[in-house]
């Protein structure tokens, strides 16, 4: 799990991402509802006009963009919902039993479904159909069918006499919405039911602490399968959105991920003190959102950076168990290797040998002792429609980096330093100062990162040459002839010379992405909404802020608008205009737009 953003608050009981902007609401179980802006960190509005608990509530994806609704709760619980677009009804499911459906432009219940004998826990509308699921504490889930509203002709655009012949309500079973399927099999209440985005499935979570899969057509629904391994009440399970995965959490203090394929637990991410209560998955983003007893955080499952290495014109990267290259100069992107499967963990990093054609792919598992990285030598000829798949060198290892032509180091599980070969052989081992990653510092040295800063090593000469201060640096990146070194950690960049000598620090409110060395020697880097310049000097120049397009498609895209906007620097730039005796050096050149961040 990467955490991209966290509050402390109280118990979080209800989620919702913005479709568009990089909102999220929060409902705490005191009755006050925060909008987070989850990029930047901060918390832009709240509610707190509500006095009950569990409102649940839903973003509009409607023509303006900022459009959300909750509703005040009523005389019960209620938990609340909104349908699509293309209809207007939101629903309220409650603890009087009943989940009614609601005009939310007229304010006017147009339908009462009835059935359930116990607390209605949850309800939410089918993505496409007009369907309705509910999940409640009389250990059922049920599926309604409610198509005879959409002859009501409850548009968006619906005014107050298209609604006026279903004002009234009939309690005990009108036509308009259906029972269409009763699941019956959990042993206890169920807290949560949700329907697959495109599949035919359901998945529900149940105080039996089970998770079941269900799947339905028009004539009946069934059980599929259950998944177990909660030891507590099951609070919420989802479907992931792009992938065969299910997200569940609990009271055990745990949220889990489950392959649906085999019915197993792939991941279990645990908190110490808090009990988890609803989860949230972005619409069209690789993020989810969980709320628990003090607040809630946003996260990916995985890193979505590929792997990737840059020499001269080239980029080489992998993408879907291929090693890819891609040249600068022509944009022609091509196959250049198929990888060796077996790992159920994408690639975290790579190292290239421009001397032998030959990589190091490292992969991070979750357990960092089942760490392990490949050995390649990249294929001098290969069909880019059919590349090769040569038999790689495979060994257990966090790290892996070349320090000469033909030999690497590999920092082991136990996180000692280890010298090998192309044989992938052992040459000698060095011990080292206490470290928990290694980068590469130029033939025949390394850079040791460890909790508090970075340190020079030699291994030739099996001795550390200088240290400098800095947590948790995440990403090293040097300049073409290794005399300057940019270190990047969450909210801070360090340029170093060639001595590890601190020559400018940068610190930055909100997350850094990445950077790049111009030839010229300017450091070009990237945070969450912007790309920034950085100089060693001393001196500071500002230019425009330029609006970046087509970002928005392609990582690389970022990567070609920081050489047009170094052109624009040598362009614009006659000299300082205003100097600094700050060391740190830094300016905006770009804003990037929301769909490119």
């Known amino acids: 799990m990467l955490t991209k953003f966290e509050t402390k608050s109280a118990r979080v009981k209800g989620l919702s991402f913005h479709p568009k902007r990089p909102w999220i609401l929060a409902s705490l179980h005191n009755g006050v509802i925060q909008l987070w802006d989850y990029r930047m960190c901060t918390l ?85 159909e007009d369907l309705v699921v509910s999940a409640s504490l009389d250990q059922t889930v049920r599926v309604w069918d409610i198509s005879g509203l959409r002859k009501k002709n409850l548009s968006p655009g619906a005014v ?72 507590n009440n099951v609070s919420c399970a989802v479907f992931h959105p792009r992938q065969e995965l299910i997200l569940s959490n609990s009271e055990d203090k745990s949220i889990r991920v489950w392959d649906m394929s085999k019915r197993t637990g792939v991941q279990t991410f645990r908190r110490d003190h808090d009990r988890f209560w609803v989860l949230g998955a972005h619409p069209n983003l690789n993020l989810f959102a ?53 790992s159920k963990f994408p690639v975290f990093s790579m190292s290239y040998n421009p001397a032998e054609n030959a990589v190091l792919l490292c992969t991070r598992a979750t357990n960092l002792e089942n760490s392990t990285y490949d050995l390649y030598a990249i294929p001098k000829e290969s069909d880019s429609q059919n590349p090769d798949a040569p038999e790689g060198k495979r060994s257990s290892g966090l790290t892996a980096v070349w320090v000469a032509r033909n030999r690497f180091a590999v920092l082991d599980r136990m996180h000692s330093l280890l010298i090998k070969n192309l044989k992938n052989e052992i040459v000698k081992k060095v011990q080292v100062p206490s470290c928990e990653e290694i980068f590469y510092a130029g033939t025949g040295s390394l850079l040791l990162r460890d ?3 970075v340190t020079l090593f030699d291994v030739q000469q099996k001795r550390s040459l200088a240290t400098v201060k800095i947590a948790k640096v ?29 020559l400018c ?19 070009i880097y990237t945070t969450s909404n912007h790309i920034k310049y950085a100089l060693t000097s001393g001196w500071r120049w500002r230019l425009p802020r330029l609006w970046m397009r087509g970002a928005a498609g392609s990582g690389w895209a970022r990567l070609r608008c920081c050489r047009v906007t170094t052109r624009l620097w040598r362009c614009a730039i006659r000299g300082p205009r205003t100097s600094t005796s700050s060391p740190s050096s830094t300016s905006s050149l770009v804003t990037l737009p929301s769909s490119a961040r």
């Open 290 to 342: 969980a709320g628990h007893d003090s607040g809630m955080l946003v996260f990916k499952l995985e890193r979505e950076r590929p792997a990737y290495a840059v020499y001269g014109n080239m980029l080489y990267y992998v993408k879907d168990r291929f090693l890819r290259q891609l040249d600068f100069n022509s944009s022609k992107d091509t196959a250049v290797m198929q990888l060796r499967s077996g």
């Open 505 to 523: 620090n940068i610190h930055e409110n909100i997350r850094v992405k990445s950077g790049a060395w111009d030839e010229s020697g300017v450091f």
């Open 44 to 128: 832009i509005d709240k509610f707190d006009e509500h006095d009950g608990k569990n409102v649940f509530f839903t973003f509009l994806n409607m023509k303006i963009n900022s459009l959300c609704l909750c509703l005040e709760e009523m005389t019960t619980k209620s938990r609340l919902d909104i349908h699509t677009p293309s209809h207007s009804p939101l629903y309220i499911a409650s603890d009087d039993q009943t989940i009614r459906i609601w005009n939310w432009q007229s304010r006017t219940c147009v339908c009462v479904l009835t059935g359930h004998n116990h607390y209605v826990m949850c309800a939410q509308f089918h993505p496409s």
């Open 160 to 231: 107050e006499t298209d609604v006026r012949g279903i004002s009234g309500v009939d309690l005990f079973g009108a036509s308009d919405a259906v029972v269409k399927h009763v699941l019956e099999g959990h042993d206890r209440g169920v807290n949560w039911a949700a329907f697959h985005p495109t599949m035919p499935l359901i998945v529900s979570g149940a105080d039996d602490r089970q998770v079941k899969i269900w799947r339905m057509n028009e004539s009946k629904a069934w059980e599929l399968d259950t998944c177990r391994g909660h030891y």
């Open 474 to 502: 995440k990403y090293v990146v040097w300049s073409a002839d290794t005399s300057h070194v940019a270190l990047l950690a969450k909210h801070a960049i360090m340029i170093c010379n060639r001595k590890l000598e601190s």
């Open 451 to 453: 909790a508090d800063g």
